[in-house]
Every structure is written in structure tokens, then in C-alpha cells.
Nanobody, 114 residues
Framework: VQLQASGGGLVQAGGSLRLSCVASGTIFKVNAMGWYRQFPGGQRELVAVISDSGITNYGDAVKGRFTISRDNAEQAVYLQMNSLRPEDTAVYYC?????????WGQGTQVTVSS
């Protein structure tokens, strides 16, 4: 089973993007779903995570601007990104946690121009 992330692109500061991540097959008992990002210098940080009960947690840098959601029937996770800033430029990776196993998407590039 692979995760396919999409929705990245080039946007001006202040703009919005919506990232999507879907699984190519069925993953049983998915617990957390979330997004990490990796900056051009290599640093990686948590963006957002959502539990199977809908509890969300966000990195400090994106609180109030990004919203994570999930569709359990479609086994999909989404990231609505508003008020984007140049410092949000990174490769965004989705991940699922299921029965102690982590699944990762291939990453989608988000570039925010000033």
C-alpha cells in the first residue's frame, strides 16, 4: 500500500493550497494521520496530526493558518493551508499510523513566493 500526496505547487504569499493524501489500497485500523514537512536545509518538522477520533494537533508555526481533516471512508487526509508564507516553503509528506506501522507518502513540493 502506498500513499499518494498531491496538491502542492507555487503560490504567492497570502495564498492558499489544499494538500490531499490517499492510500492506494486498504490499510486496516489507521490511527493517526498527519503531515510533516522538510525544509530545503533538511530540517523536518511536524505540521499537523489528526487522531482516529478527530483530535488534532498542530505545529506552532502553522496554528491558526492550517487545518487538517480526514475522511475515514476514503482513507484520506487533507491539509488546508491558508495565509501561506515564504517560510512555509518545503516538501510536505503525509503519513498514516496503523497498528504500530507508519506509512509515508512521496512528498509534494510547496513553494511560497514573496
Amino acid at each position: 500500500v502506498q500513499l499518494q500526496a498531491s496538491g502542492g505547487g507555487l503560490v504567492q504569499a497570502g495564498g492558499s493550497l489544499r494538500l490531499s493524501c490517499v492510500a492506494s489500497g486498504t490499510i486496516f485500523k489507521v490511527n493517526a494521520m498527519g503531515w510533516y514537512r522538510q525544509f530545503p536545509g533538511g530540517q523536518r518538522e511536524l505540521v499537523a496530526v489528526i487522531s482516529d477520533s478527530g483530535i488534532t494537533n498542530y505545529g506552532d508555526a502553522v496554528k491558526g493558518r492550517f487545518t487538517i481533516s480526514r475522511d475515514n471512508a476514503e482513507q484520506a487526509v487533507y491539509l488546508q493551508m491558508n495565509s501561506l508564507r515564504p517560510e512555509d516553503t518545503a516538501v510536505y509528506y503525509c503519513y498514516y499510523m496503523a497498528r504500530g506501522i507508519s506509512y509515508w507518502g512521496q512528498g509534494t513540493q510547496v513553494t511560497v513566493s514573496s
